[in-house]
Nanobody, 125 residues
Framework: QVRLVESGGGLVQAGDSLRLSCAASGRTFSTYTMVGWFRQAPGKEREFVAAMNWGTGRTTYEDSVQGRFTITRDNAKNTVYLQMDSLKLEDTADYFC?????????????????WGQGTQVTVSS
């Protein structure tokens, strides 16, 4: 079975940075694996943040985080990261990583069948 575990969340001030980690066990990221980051604020729908095609390294970002967030990977650790810079109050949410071993676009929640439990990010002024 696949397990995804997020870490790295916390309470920060606007303008600060955080790096979230998503470590996978039970299955190795490989060619045709899509890995994504989503976030969900209380009372709101889950929102796409970023995604990476593990095989090609191609990344996609939601417009509001473009230029501030960067998704990267560590093949040896079977881990994907989300570097978040210039954090804003509206970035406050629970952040989830997701993975799908198949040919999917990777920009909607329905593209993924494997999810982590989330890590909380709170940005204050």
């Amino acid at each position: 079975q696949v397990r995804l575990v997020e870490s790295g969340g916390g309470l920060v001030q606007a303008g600060d940075s955080l790096r979230l980690s998503c470590a996978a066990s039970g299955r190795t990221f490989s060619t045709y694996t899509m890995v994504g980051w989503f976030r969900q604020a209380p009372g709101k729908e889950r929102e796409f943040v970023a995604a990476m095609n593990w095989g090609t390294g191609r990344t996609t970002y939601e417009d509001s985080v473009q230029g501030r967030f960067t998704i990267t990977r560590d093949n040896a650790k079977n881990t994907v990261y989300l570097q978040m810079d210039s954090l804003k109050l509206e970035d406050t949410a629970d952040y989830f990583c997701a993975a799908e071993w198949g040919l999917v676009p990777g920009i909607t929640s329905k593209d993924y069948s494997n999810w982590g439990q989330g890590t909380q990010v709170t940005v204050s002024s």
